[in-house]
């Protein structure tokens, strides 16, 4: 069964910093593309950045590009977000999600229950 738990979101100044992670099991980590997608209120669920199957290249929305930094502990079977000069319009549900595939910034198969970030003014 295929588990993404998500932790690290929480309310933060603009102009701060967090850091979240998605422990994953359940499927082989490296035959997935893995990373977030967000949703804010009132807002579609839109895709943030995500490490791609394969080469493990890693691709960002541009919304986020020099901000946000994705990595991952292949020996713990985690992906992290750090996410950094955050603004309001970064609060939303972030979830951690998988795809079988390498578009992963539109697409998913899996995704986890989700943390909320919150930046305030």
């Known amino acids: 069964e295929v588990q993404l738990v998500e932790s690290g979101g929480g309310l933060v100044q603009a102009g701060g910093s967090l850091r979240l992670s998605c422990a994953a099991s359940?499927?082989?980590?490296?035959?997935?593309?893995i990373g977030w997608f967000r949703q804010g209120p009132g807002k579609d669920r839109e895709g943030v950045s995500c490490?791609?199957?394969?080469?493990?290249?890693?691709v960002y929305a541009d919304s986020v590009k020099g901000r946000f930094t994705i990595s991952s502990d292949n020996a713990k079977n985690t992906v992290y977000l750090q996410m950094n000069s955050l603004k309001r319009e970064d609060t939303a549900e972030y979830y951690c999600?998988?795809?079988?595939?390498?578009?992963?910034?539109?697409?998913?198969?899996?995704w986890g229950q989700g943390t909320q970030v919150t930046v305030s003014s």
């Open positions: 999600v998988i795809l079988k595939g390498r578009a992963c910034l539109w697409a998913y198969d899996y």
């Open positions: 359940g499927f082989a980590f490296d035959d997935y593309s």
């Open positions: 490490i791609r199957s394969g080469d493990r290249s890693t």
